[in-house]
């Protein structure tokens, strides 16, 4: 499996203001996807980040949000803009380094918190 | 759609005691499944997972899973928790096909706590 890195690992946030969060892998990988974890909650899938493509996004959420920046096969930026107290959960990413685009192996996580 | 139903919550056990938790997925194809760990403030850890073939699957730390296409199930399994088991456990579908390629679909996941 891939290691995978996250910066910050956690931040506290005024509403208002955005915040980009990044997500290295110490390998290339086609597929990455961002996720996120309302406090209590599972996982839900925010968009799929591939590397030379813009990104897809799901139902739900949308590009002017939640901005992603896929500029090569090891690195991945989210931005969360304009956060509300709804924002603060838990972000995580994901690569599927098999190639198998859903055996994901995930990163540990930002912790965002919006006052 | 996909989606996983994960019925129980919260489950106590005893260390050394077996445990058995519960997972049921809906999916319209041959199911990709997989089930992970969180442990508090920290992030997904792939136990094992479930694309085709035998359908006893065994994953890390002594857990196993097991596929019954019937019941539409895939049920995580070890015969003897430790304490370092304590974590929250996530069942996930897989999607291969059409705009949600490489999509996982979580369950709500189960809490686990392990009594001494």
């Known amino acids: 499996s891939a290691v995978i890195s996250q910066k910050p690992s956690r931040d506290i946030c005024q509403r208002g203001t955005s915040l980009t969060i990044q997500c290295q892998v110490d390998s290339q990988v086609t597929m990455m996807f961002w996720y996120r974890q309302q406090p209590g909650q599972s996982l839900t899938l925010i968009a799929t980040?591939?590397?030379?493509?813009?990104?897809?996004?799901e139902s739900g959420f949308v590009i002017d949000k939640f901005p992603i920046s896929r500029p090569n096969l090891t690195f991945s930026t989210l931005t969360v803009s304009n956060m509300s107290p709804e924002d603060s959960s838990i972000y995580l990413c994901s690569v599927a380094p098999t190639g198998i685009g859903v055996e994901q192996y995930f990163g540990p996580g930002t912790r965002l918190t919006v006052t | 759609a996909q989606s996983v139903t994960q019925p129980d919550i919260h489950i106590t056990v005893s260390e050394g005691a077996s445990l058995e938790l519960r997972c049921n997925y809906s999916?319209?194809?041959?199911?990709?499944l997989f089930w992970y760990v969180q442990s508090p403030g920290q992030g997904l850890q792939l136990l094992l997972k479930?694309?085709?073939?035998?359908?006893l699957v065994q994953g890390i730390k002594g857990f196993e899973a097991e596929f019954k296409r019937s019941q539409s199930s895939f049920n995580l399994r070890k015969p003897s928790v430790h304490w370092s088991d304590a974590a929250e456990y996530f069942c996930?579908?897989?999607?291969?096909?059409?705009?949600?390629?490489?999509?996982?679909?979580f369950g709500q996941g189960t809490i686990l706590t392990v009594h001494p």
């Open positions: 996930a579908v897989g999607a291969l096909g059409g705009t949600s390629y490489g999509k996982l679909t």
């Open positions: 980040a591939n590397q030379g493509s813009e990104a897809t996004y």
């Open positions: 479930y694309f085709s073939g035998d359908t």
């Open positions: 999916y319209g194809a041959t199911p990709y």
